[in-house]
């Protein structure tokens, strides 16, 4: 997915990952909680709900911003959207299956497959695809 670094909801996701790297989760999750109340469009409130989910302390909270990250995704009609389900899904699967739910696990494991070829032929792309060979080899 393309990111506009004009984009207030972009930079400050942007900050919270600075802030994460800088060993300072609290403040980074408030950042993305920020993104999150400025937020107007599909495209800003899946960005926001996606970094959210990343900062949550609990498997069933997780889920629920990947969630919410995957519905606002869905609602955004560009072809560059394609290449994040397959991590979205992944990180809902992870999260089922954190929570024992094996059946889940394994649909949205393979509905992460099924978005698979949208993904880039790069280090982030190999990483998801390496991802989700191994969640699948884990529920079957």
Not at 2 to 23: A, R, T, W, Y
Not at 29 to 44: G, I, P, Y
Not at 90 to 95: D, V
Not at 108 to 117: D, P, R, V, W
Request: charged share 25%; aromatic share 10%; with cysteine.
């Amino acid at each position: 997915m393309l990111f506009d670094p004009n984009n207030k909801i972009v930079q400050l996701c942007s900050h919270g990952m600075i802030l994460e790297g800088e060993g300072k989760p609290a403040e980074a999750k408030q950042m993305f909680l920020n993104a999150w109340n400025e937020a107007v469009t599909d495209s800003e409130k899946f960005t926001a709900a996606h970094y959210l989910a990343r900062k949550q302390s609990t498997v069933e909270e997780k889920l629920k911003w990947d969630m919410t990250a995957l519905e606002f995704a869905l609602k955004v009609k560009k072809d560059e959207m394609k290449g994040t389900f397959s991590s979205l899904y992944l990180n809902i699967g992870k999260c089922y299956e954190d929570l024992n739910d094996i059946e889940n696990a394994k649909s949205n494991y393979l509905l992460a497959e099924s978005y698979s070829g949208f993904l880039q032929e790069d280090g982030y792309g190999n990483m998801i695809r390496n991802g989700i060979k191994s969640a699948l080899e884990r529920v079957a």
